[in-house]
């Protein structure tokens, strides 16, 4: 599965436009007053601009699986400690993965994350080459369990074969794409920030070249929030 258009609100158009182009260094597809688009890998990032607070978002970013310490010293973020104090990159042996843990102007955790199953290194790449594409995107719900059934019956999503279900977080999906459910509340991994319900728009494809589906968030939460601010979905 691969995400290849996610929305998300931004309060703060002009800190949100200096951090994913200067400090992460994206291009601009597109930019207006209320919106301005980004591309990372084969994903196309929107934050579109509203007039009160948004609960931070959680998403994570491709990189070939030997480049995560050269992305980590590119890009000079405060990392946050993961499995033990001063350790600043997480080991997920069940997942085949590796990963490192930063924030951004919104206050949003982000995360690079390298996979083992992934044939994404090349001698060849380049500083920016290496963002493959999101891979990952967090979504608080009221009722886990519920989301994933949702999500499996209209959208055909299939449940992760490297993540066991629980009642307050799973992952669906594969290594290219997962939808990371978590409860309303719940901190998400090594940090004090809360999964919280909020709006986000995604446009993805469960198997190369197949059908474009669009899933807004109030699709698969207990009860309809977020519904879109002067932007249809």
């Known amino acids: 599965m691969k995400f290849l258009d996610i ?15 200067k400090q992460l260094g994206l291009d601009i597809l597109d930019e207006s007053t209320d919106q301005l688009t980004l591309q990372i890998g084969w994903t196309r990032l929107t934050f579109r601009a509203v007039p009160f607070p948004v609960a931070p978002y959680h998403f994570a970013i491709n990189v070939p699986a030997s480049t995560l310490e050269v992305c980590m010293h590119c890009y000079p973020f405060d990392y946050l400690d993961t499995q033990a104090t001063g350790k600043v990159i997480a080991e997920f042996p069940a997942w085949g993965a590796r990963a490192c843990y930063f924030y951004d102007n919104n206050g949003n955790l982000l995360e690079f994350i390298g996979r083992n199953s992934l044939p994404l290194d090349n001698p060849n790449l380049t500083i920016g080459d290496l963002f493959q594409g999101i891979s990952e995107l967090g979504m608080g719900t009221e009722n886990v369990p519920l989301a994933t059934r949702q999500l499996r019956n209209q959208f055909g999503v299939p449940q992760f074969n490297r993540s066991i279900p629980m009642s307050d977080f799973n992952a669906v999906g594969d290594d290219n794409g997962l939808f990371i459910f978590s409860q309303v509340g719940r ?8 999964a919280a319900l909020n709006y986000c728009r995604v446009a993805f494809e469960t198997e190369p ?7 807004c968030s109030y699709d698969i939460n207990q009860t309809p929030v977020g519904y879109a601010y002067n932007y249809p979905c």
Not at 7 to 21: C, M, N, Q, S, V
Not at 187 to 194: D, G, H, I, Q, S
């Open 7 to 21: 929305d998300l609100y931004t309060a703060d158009p002009e800190g949100t436009r200096r951090f994913y182009t």
């Open 187 to 194: 901190n998400w991994l090594f940090t004090n920030t809360p």
């Open 209 to 215: 070249n197949g059908a474009l589906q669009t899933l």
